[in-house]
């Protein structure tokens, strides 16, 4: 067999699992099936992290006396297949959400690539990076058996850390904290009694839940699989037939758990997602309201309804239209579909209400909008800075938190145009330097703790005012599902005086 290959994979004798830390999860396939084809709303396509968790728990099960099917090499570490019949692999793979390193329309602007290009390779230093200390207490940092002088790698790490914060790469260290928790995850359930095991994995939903579950789990069975040749080359073939058994019985049982938990999220989302459309519902009867004479009262009248929802209109919301569109875009371009009039009339809703959503939403920081762009306009480093620190300086209480918020907002997007989803992602690009700079500028000129002072004011009447948008946000519920029951709705018996919504 080629070296390349583990013999162990090829031959189809990894370690069975054993029997022992095999217990059975409280959550059956059977609730599980149950609980998400119970609702037809979860699209299909948003289940790649239980797909791959299923085909996973397949793969690691698979008994070597059994039948390998067609493929011989039956490839534990080969991930699930990828063929959808929908899809033609050379002319259908710039669907958003398709799998990094797929998409060949992302253009990049010359700063943003650059930013790209210095954030990997700092990201590639950091995460290989090891510390140790000397007989006198000082840190050394090593990369292999080469020492990195501790400058430079502080400057690697806040390259990394501003990158990691504006979205451009993933954080390094986020992989490397959840390969440690499931190496102590794996070790503490070897260590305890097997009906233990789902009380124990259960303490760890967030990395059951991690995107880097899958990646992490084939990781440890490529690593069981070298071990495993290496064994019988030395003619000691069952040295870690008992270890690894138990091991990958744990890991099956983890991705069974992790399945339950996918499924219990999806559920939770679908949940979510009908009150999320139930909002966008309401809009569309007004836009299609027959008693609107012409074009110009029914605008009218859905700027009235969308500034009469804006308690609603939440991050949560706004967060939602994104995902639905993106959703929505990349099953028409699986489809290839994607310009069918026949297919794409809900894409074009959903586009429709985002624009006028962000056009109700943009009066509130169009202000911080030109505070930004007269700080992006100055040619100097220094000048920027300057204007930055004036502009704060004189800025009402009120301002500050949307202020940075905003500016996180914009310096974030540049991630979004690294993947290929922001629709001015060159322009934004081009201003890539500047942004980061702007983003290290507020750090310094506004730390949380001057944040917090200057605030403390407008923090005050901020909390009034959840109140008062907590009755309001009721309140226009109520209109909704008025609304839904009798279609018409009587404004004066469902909102009290004094919870109208502005």
Not at 196 to 213: C, G
Not at 271 to 293: F, G
Not at 353 to 361: D, F, M, P, S, T
Request: aromatic letters at 4%.
């Amino acid at each position: 067999a080629d070296d390349s290959i583990p013999s162990s994979v090829v031959e189809g004798k990894l370690s069975e699992p054993t029997t022992a830390n095999l217990a059975k999860p409280s959550i059956t396939d059977e609730d599980i099936d149950a609980l998400i084809d119970a609702d037809d709303s979860i699209p299909r396509n948003a289940r790649v992290l239980d797909d791959g968790l299923a085909e996973l728990e397949v793969r690691m099960g698979k008994s070597s006396d059994g039948e390998v099917g067609s493929n011989e090499l039956f490839d534990v570490f080969s991930g699930p297949e990828t063929y959808n019949p929908n899809v033609d692999p050379e002319s259908a793979v710039n669907w958003p959400g398709a799998k990094e390193g797929t998409r060949t329309d992302v253009r990049l602007a010359a700063d943003l690539s650059r930013a790209l290009k210095q954030a990997k390779f700092a990201a590639a230093i950091v995460s290989q990076m090891r510390e140790e200390e000397d007989d006198e207490g000082n840190i050394h940092y090593y990369v292999g058996k080469k020492e990195i002088p501790s400058e430079r790698m502080h400057v690697l790490k806040y390259c990394v850390s501003e990158a990691v914060k504006a979205g451009i790469i993933e954080d390094p260290e986020i992989l490397l904290t959840e390969r440690t928790r499931l190496q102590l995850v794996v070790d503490e359930i070897m260590s305890q009694p097997e009906e233990r095991l789902e009380e124990i994995a259960m303490s760890y939903k967030d990395l059951l839940l991690s995107d880097n579950l899958v990646a992490l789990m084939k990781e440890r069975l490529n690593a069981m699989a070298y071990r495993d040749m290496e064994a019988r080359r030395q003619g000691d073939e069952d040295r870690f037939k008992e270890q690894h058994g138990r091991e990958r019985a744990i890991l099956i049982n983890l991705a069974k758990i992790g399945q339950g938990l996918v499924k219990d999220a999806q559920a939770l989302g679908a949940e979510l997602e009908v009150s999320m459309l139930e909002i966008i519902r309401s809009i569309c009867e007004v836009a299609m309201d027959p008693s609107h004479k012409d074009e110009a009262e029914t605008a009218i009248a859905l700027k009235d309804a969308v500034r009469d929802m804006r308690p609603l209109l939440d991050d949560a919301f706004v967060a939602y239209l994104k995902y639905a569109i993106a959703e929505e875009e990349g099953k028409l371009a699986r489809g290839g579909v994607l310009d069918d009039p026949e297919h794409n009339r809900w894409l074009f809703v959903l586009k429709i209400v985002q624009e006028g959503v962000y056009k109700e939403l943009s009066v509130g920081v169009k202000r911080y909008i030109d505070h930004i762009w007269y700080i992006l306009r100055m040619k100097t480093k220094s000048e920027r800075k300057a204007l930055l620190k004036q502009l704060v300086d004189v800025m009402p209480t009120m301002d500050i938190r949307p202020f940075v918020k905003v500016v996180d907002n914009i310096v974030g997007s540049l991630g979004s145009a690294v993947k290929g989803e922001f629709a001015d992602g060159v322009l934004l690009g081009d201003m890539t330097n500047q942004l980061l700079q702007l983003q290290r500028d507020v750090n310094d000129i506004l730390p949380p703790d001057r944040i917090n002072e200057l605030s403390k004011d407008a923090d005050v009447w901020a909390a009034k005012q959840r109140e008062l948008l907590r009755e309001r946000r009721n309140a226009t519920r109520q209109r909704l599902e008025a609304a839904k029951e009798t279609g018409n709705v009587d404004v004066d018996e469902i909102i009290k005086p004094g919870h109208e919504a502005e």
